[in-house]
């Protein structure tokens, strides 16, 4: 399952506004809710779900790269949303460096494939530290879409023309 195809322009928060780990988690959920994704009735369930999955072991996988996620009986596609914060989160990294990236998804509880799945994905794309780079300087949604679609920068500001 392709990053891409989870997230849109309104799952995409350029610059994040928390500074902690879970204020971060609230402020990608409360997103979520806001522009429609998440319904409002879930937010409480959901947020309690990720924060049993924290107290577990931090999601701050290194690099940079957090991965927050839970199940959720009540939801009947996966949703997804990305946070970029360039001053840093403390996030409670396995590296102990501030995490600049947060990909917090949910998933239903009866597609449990599709959660090893997205990982996986989210993993192999984080690992490269050249699409860190160009995440990190992206300027627009959409440019940080096409990043996740695979598009190089000169495909993608071709397309743009």
């Not at 102990?96 to 794309?125: E, G, N, R, S, W």
């Not at 695979?150 to 495909?155: H, R, Y």
Request: aromatic share 4%; no cysteine; charged share 25%.
């Amino acid at each position: 399952m392709k990053l891409a195809n989870l997230l849109s322009p309104s799952r995409i928060i350029l610059e994040m506004s928390a500074g902690e780990h879970w204020p971060a988690i609230v402020e990608l959920i409360d997103h979520l809710v806001s522009e429609g994704s998440l319904d409002p009735a879930l937010r409480d369930e959901v947020l309690a779900a990720l924060k049993i999955r924290e107290e577990q072991v931090s999601t701050g996988v290194g690099h940079g790269v957090a991965i927050p996620h839970a199940f959720s009986e009540k939801l009947d596609k996966v949703v997804a949303i990305l946070g970029r914060s360039k001053t840093g989160i403390d996030f409670e990294a396995l590296d102990q460096k501030p995490v600049h990236f947060v990909i917090l998804f949910l998933v239903p509880k009866k597609d449990y494939h599709l959660h090893l799945q997205t990982l996986a994905a989210i993993a192999k794309m984080f690992t490269n530290g050249e699409i860190r780079r160009r995440l990190g300087e992206a300027g627009q949604h959409q440019e940080i879409l096409d990043i996740f679609s695979g598009k190089s920068p000169k495909t993608a500001a071709n397309g743009a023309a």
